[in-house]
């Protein structure tokens, strides 16, 4: 089992018993720099693949080097007919 850990470290968890979920032993996988969620809806900010050796995270982007977003509006009227 993998879980974000309040600080934001990737966790990997043992441990299960009955119906309840309980974890025994845990290990700190990585430190994470998640990005701060949009809504109260946006609660995966990460997935893991299959056999567990992979992660792909929603992080951070530091905006002084991020690029800037254009947006080009009726970009059909430039095109030849």
């Not at 441990?15 to 994470?32: D, H, I, K």
């Not at 997935?47 to 929603?58: N, P, T, Y």
């Not at 009726?74 to 007919?81: D, H, I, L, R």
């Amino acid at each position: 089992m993998f879980y974000l850990s309040p600080d934001s470290k990737m966790m990997a968890g043992l441990g299960f018993r009955g119906r309840e979920l309980r974890v025994r032993v845990s290990v700190v996988l990585f430190q994470t720099h998640r990005r701060i969620p949009i809504s109260s809806q946006d609660t995966f900010s990460y997935d893991v693949s299959a056999d567990g050796q992979k992660f792909l995270i929603a992080t951070q982007v530091d905006e002084s080097s991020a690029a800037p977003l254009s947006v080009l509006l009726n970009w059909t009227s430039g095109m030849e007919k």
